[in-house]
């Protein structure tokens, strides 16, 4: 499978003596123990006595980079500033087109030198793809050399692979309809299970009108393509979990809104975005299969684009779901729980340990937490609690919302068992009632629709697709396999 093109990471016992350095410092490090002249010691001391955090020195035969690692109390909040420092960084990297560089971590503690090669690989994505120059857009940076005796061939292994996932999941989202629809989604889930060691089986329209998947099939009757249905597994013979974790992924490839066509001026901009759950879910599978994990893992992506064809769903439809609920259908811009209903209550069939959905779902989760947080829900405390971790580890953070039961009276019908909107107020929470409704296990919901996507740069979250959940999901069941 071909991704956008990503530095490798690996560890050296001593940085080569021409290649950019970037030495990872505390602000007391005593600087004569660097190989630099006197005077360049002197510069860098008194940018440091300045308060400066990132140093350049021209050496009349390298650069020299200086990261004044700033002390922090709360860890997770020092790991996020390497982060944005190793942004900085790259700003530097492609300025000066280095295909190599070295960090050289001289930090009493652990985790800096990795949250800062993470920063800088993730800092180095592009979608170049469709230029035609793209060669001469594309970034220098090719290699990024460690030396540190805190991080261990694992952990280089661990963030090569989550970065290569993170990659694949903004490529996904990056792709536009023109290049991905419903049937180019499941192939590319295909490759990636090819490249990372799952199994993937595709279900075709035929197949998806066999099970009687009506949400699916509603939302995807205005389009001129066909719909598809991923199923991904990986089941290694040294898992330690018996019932499988369910991931399932929002695969909208794009989302006009359908005859209730998206009210807003430049509402519809980004949204090829809206498969970004789904691009999560292969990025999460990907990296879970490269790195082995011994957890038993399946992944769903139920997948059309969402438009106003001659046949589309209308306003007022009345729809039979894959497990016979009757849904009133008000409004066709909620096409995203449609799909993802079915998706869920297929997931049952697996008799899962936990099902966790992502999806772009809600213009009101970007409300309620802007583009910096996840907005969650679910019905099993443990496990909230335990993503609530790893989203302060890995600055993926989340929120949780209610699901009270009074938020339930809002998506009453009057005329089938329930209807798919909820009226003007606390949107994010009754499309995770809807969810629920589909749901009998264990289940967390992820509304990402702030964080997939940004129209503007953020730092090594970049501009366009983020990847988000990636992460955020890498290191929640990394912490699995160590309980
Ligand atoms: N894909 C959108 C949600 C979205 C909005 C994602 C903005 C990213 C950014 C979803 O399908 C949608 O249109 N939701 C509607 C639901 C409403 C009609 C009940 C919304 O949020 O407006
Ligand atoms: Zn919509
Ligand atoms: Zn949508």
Redesign the pocket.
Known sequence: MIISKIPVLSKIPKAAVDEPVIYLIAPHFDLSQLSMTKPETAYAKSCIDNEDKLISVNSYYKWIYIVVVSEHNDKATLYETMRNQAFELCQQVIKNKFTCVNIVDLYSEEGIAAAFAEGLILSAYKFNKYFGDKEKKEISLTTVHVVSNKLTDMDVEKLNIVCSSVYVARDIVNEPLSHLNAHKLAVTIQEAGKAAGFEVEVFDKQRIEALRMGGLLAVNRGSVDPPSFSIMTYKPANAINEKPYVIVGKG?VF?T?GL?L?PTQG?MD??K??KAGAAAAVGILYAIAKAALPLYVIGLVPATD?RPGENAYAPQDIITMYDGTTVEVL?T????RMILADALAYANKYNPELVIDLA???????VAVGTIAIAAMGNNKEAISELHISGMQTRERIVELPLWEEYGEQIKSDFADIK???GRWA?SI??GKFLEHFTNYPWIHLDI??T??LDSIDKYRGKAGTGSGVRLLFDFFTRKCAE
């Open positions: 909208i989302d809104g209730s998206k509402s980004s949204m975005s809206d969402n409004n811009d909620a096409e995203g772009t779902l809600t213009g009101a989760a970007v798919n909107v909820g949107g009754t499309a629709a702030g997939a996507y």
